[in-house]
Nanobody
Framework: QLRLAESGGGLVESGGSLTLSCKAS????????MAWFRQAPGKEREGVSC????????DYPDSVKGRFAIFRSEVEDTTNLQMNNVKPEDTAVYYC?????????????????WGQGTPVTVSS
């Protein structure tokens, strides 16, 4: 069974930065399209960023473009989400997932496997 584990969440001040990490056990991420989703309180889960197996990346909500970036660490075999200039509206539980593709729009239905999520709280 494919397993994903996120880490790096926590409390951060508005305008600050945070790096989330997703590590897989039992498989190598380089063979999968990997994505980050988030779910804010009372809202639906939404796709945030995606990285395809060939290295191409997408950022989905206009609100994160230019601030968030998905990248892969070959050495650690992790898929990470760099979050810069965070805002209170970025507060959510962030999940990594393997996905069928990074097609727009990226919806939860595209995901094969999910991690347990890591909470991010941005204080104003």
């Amino acid at each position: 069974q494919l397993r994903l584990a996120e880490s790096g969440g926590g409390l951060v001040e508005s305008g600050g930065s945070l790096t989330l990490s997703c590590k897989a056990s039992t498989f190598e991420m380089r063979f999968f399209n990997m994505a980050w989703f988030r779910q804010a309180p009372g809202k639906e889960r939404e796709g945030v960023s995606c990285r395809s197996v060939n290295g191409r990346t997408w950022d989905y909500p206009d609100s994160v473009k230019g601030r968030f970036a998905i990248f892969r660490s070959e050495v650690e075999d992790t898929t990470n989400l760099q979050m810069n200039n965070v805002k209170p509206e970025d507060t959510a539980v962030y999940y990594c997932a393997t996905v069928k593709s990074c097609d727009v729009p990226l919806t939860p239905d595209s995901a094969y496997h999910w991690g347990q999520g890591t909470p991010v709280t941005v204080s104003s």
